[in-house]
Nanobody
Framework: QVQLVESGGGSVQAGGSLRLSCAASGYTFSTYSMGWFLQTPGKEREGVAAINHNGNVRYADSVKGRFTISQHNAKNTLYLQMNSLKPEDTAMYYC???????????????????WGQGTQVTVSS
């Protein structure tokens, strides 16, 4: 079955960087669209960045110019490079995947069918 395992979270000071990884298994990685989402206590998951099977990417306005989503098909791994981190980036970050093909990648959580367990990112001021 589809399995997504995130890693790379941690605690950093504002202005620092982290790279999140999502190791995928159980499906043909390159044919799925994938995304990164964040969630803070009491709030719904928000789309951060997404990439579809054609390599098109989309970012939330709040992270444009700071975060970069990428994937390594041979390693079945999705990445999120997070630079210039801010305290408001503090959240649990989730990797998600969907087999639904779309022209543009989605930042809507309900459009994804498979989720990882999350990795915590904490940014201190």
């Amino acid at each position: 079955q589809v399995q997504l395992v995130e890693s790379g979270g941690g605690s950093v000071q504002a202005g620092g960087s982290l790279r999140l990884s999502c190791a995928a298994s159980g499906y043909t990685f390159s044919t799925y669209s994938m995304g990164w989402f964040l969630q803070t206590p009491g709030k719904e998951r928000e789309g951060v960045a997404a990439i579809n099977h054609n390599g098109n990417v989309r970012y939330a306005d709040s992270v444009k110019g700071r975060f970069t989503i990428s994937q390594h098909n041979a390693k079945n791994t999705l990445y999120l490079q997070m630079n210039s981190l801010k305290p408001e980036d503090t959240a649990m970050y989730y990797c998600a995947a969907t087999s639904t093909a779309t022209m543009f990648p989605s930042l809507l959580a309900w459009t994804y069918t498979h989720w990882g367990q999350g990795t915590q990112v904490t940014v201190s001021s």
